[in-house]
Protein backbone atom coordinates (compact mmCIF):
# COMPACT_ATOMS: atom_id res chain seq x y z
CA UNK A 1 0.00 0.00 0.00
CA UNK A 2 0.78 3.70 -1.09
CA UNK A 3 1.05 6.32 1.36
CA UNK A 4 1.45 9.52 -0.70
CA UNK A 5 -1.41 12.32 -0.87
CA UNK A 6 -2.00 10.98 -4.58
CA UNK A 7 -2.07 7.62 -4.16
CA UNK A 8 -4.18 7.25 -0.72
CA UNK A 9 -6.77 9.92 -2.30
CA UNK A 10 -7.19 8.12 -5.36
CA UNK A 11 -7.82 5.11 -3.51
CA UNK A 12 -10.10 6.51 -1.73
CA UNK A 13 -12.28 8.01 -3.95
CA UNK A 14 -12.38 4.56 -5.96
CA UNK A 15 -13.95 3.37 -2.51
CA UNK A 16 -16.42 6.40 -2.96
CA UNK A 17 -17.08 5.56 -6.43
CA UNK A 18 -18.00 1.61 -5.68
CA UNK A 19 -19.63 2.70 -3.13
CA UNK A 20 -21.90 4.98 -5.82
CA UNK A 21 -22.37 2.24 -7.96
CA UNK A 22 -23.58 0.19 -5.71
CA UNK A 23 -26.15 2.52 -4.63
CA UNK A 24 -27.11 3.08 -8.59
CA UNK A 25 -27.45 -0.33 -9.13
CA UNK A 26 -30.16 -0.70 -6.40
CA UNK A 27 -31.64 2.22 -8.52
CA UNK A 28 -31.89 0.17 -11.21
CA UNK A 29 -29.36 2.74 -13.20
CA UNK A 30 -26.47 0.81 -14.89
CA UNK A 31 -25.64 2.77 -17.69
CA UNK A 32 -23.82 5.37 -16.31
CA UNK A 33 -23.18 3.18 -13.31
CA UNK A 34 -21.01 1.20 -15.45
CA UNK A 35 -19.15 4.10 -16.75
CA UNK A 36 -18.62 5.91 -13.50
CA UNK A 37 -16.97 2.77 -12.40
CA UNK A 38 -14.95 2.32 -14.66
CA UNK A 39 -13.29 6.04 -15.35
CA UNK A 40 -13.77 6.34 -11.09
CA UNK A 41 -11.84 3.15 -10.06
CA UNK A 42 -9.17 3.79 -12.85
CA UNK A 43 -8.19 7.08 -11.84
CA UNK A 44 -6.29 5.05 -8.86
CA UNK A 45 -5.31 2.07 -10.98
CA UNK A 46 -3.53 4.58 -13.57
CA UNK A 47 -1.43 6.27 -10.74
CA UNK A 48 -0.57 2.94 -9.16
CA UNK A 49 1.00 2.05 -13.05
CA UNK A 50 3.08 5.59 -12.93
CA UNK A 51 4.87 3.92 -9.91
CA UNK A 52 6.46 1.50 -11.74
CA UNK A 53 6.89 3.13 -15.41
CA UNK A 54 9.50 2.34 -17.52
CA UNK A 55 10.65 6.27 -18.19
CA UNK A 56 9.87 9.12 -17.14
CA UNK A 57 7.56 9.52 -20.65
CA UNK A 58 5.91 6.19 -19.84
CA UNK A 59 5.18 7.91 -16.22
CA UNK A 60 3.87 11.18 -17.14
CA UNK A 61 1.63 9.14 -20.30
CA UNK A 62 0.19 7.40 -17.19
CA UNK A 63 -0.58 10.02 -14.99
CA UNK A 64 -1.69 12.05 -17.72
CA UNK A 65 -4.45 8.79 -18.57
CA UNK A 66 -5.43 9.56 -15.17
CA UNK A 67 -6.43 12.94 -15.46
CA UNK A 68 -8.03 12.34 -18.33
CA UNK A 69 -9.75 9.70 -15.90
CA UNK A 70 -10.89 12.01 -13.53
CA UNK A 71 -12.18 14.56 -15.74
CA UNK A 72 -14.41 12.08 -17.43
CA UNK A 73 -15.94 10.70 -13.75
CA UNK A 74 -16.03 14.94 -13.21
CA UNK A 75 -18.56 14.16 -16.36
CA UNK A 76 -20.51 11.27 -15.05
CA UNK A 77 -20.79 13.05 -11.40
CA UNK A 78 -22.45 16.12 -13.35
CA UNK A 79 -24.36 13.89 -15.00
CA UNK A 80 -26.06 11.91 -12.07
CA UNK A 81 -26.48 15.16 -10.47
CA UNK A 82 -28.51 17.10 -13.11
CA UNK A 83 -30.70 13.64 -13.76
CA UNK A 84 -31.44 13.79 -9.97
CA UNK A 85 -29.85 10.30 -9.44
CA UNK A 86 -27.03 11.76 -6.47
CA UNK A 87 -28.15 14.87 -4.47
CA UNK A 88 -26.35 18.34 -4.52
CA UNK A 89 -24.27 17.30 -1.27
CA UNK A 90 -23.31 13.81 -2.52
CA UNK A 91 -22.53 15.40 -5.66
CA UNK A 92 -20.45 18.26 -4.23
CA UNK A 93 -18.78 15.90 -1.79
CA UNK A 94 -17.38 13.45 -4.92
CA UNK A 95 -16.51 16.30 -7.10
CA UNK A 96 -14.34 17.97 -4.74
CA UNK A 97 -12.82 15.19 -3.88
CA UNK A 98 -11.96 14.27 -7.93
CA UNK A 99 -11.00 17.95 -8.85
CA UNK A 100 -8.21 17.59 -5.60
CA UNK A 101 -6.97 14.48 -7.47
CA UNK A 102 -6.88 16.63 -10.85
CA UNK A 103 -5.20 19.43 -9.21
CA UNK A 104 -2.73 16.88 -7.59
CA UNK A 105 -2.25 15.05 -11.23
CA UNK A 106 -1.81 18.09 -12.38
CA UNK A 107 0.68 19.54 -10.24
CA UNK A 108 2.97 16.00 -10.73
CA UNK A 109 2.64 15.93 -14.67
CA UNK A 110 4.40 19.40 -14.40
CA UNK A 111 6.56 18.65 -12.12
CA UNK A 112 7.58 15.09 -13.80
CA UNK A 113 7.81 16.95 -17.47
CA UNK A 114 10.44 19.80 -15.42
CA UNK A 115 12.72 17.14 -14.43
CA UNK A 116 12.74 15.44 -17.54
Excluded at 66 to 80: D, I, M, Q, R
Aim: charged share 30%.
Amino acid sequence: MRNDPLSTQSMDFAVSIIGLVKELKQKKESIVSNQIGRSGTSIGANIREAQYAHSKADFVAKLQIALKEANETGYWLELLFKTEYISEEEYRTLEGACARIRVMLVSSIRTAREKV
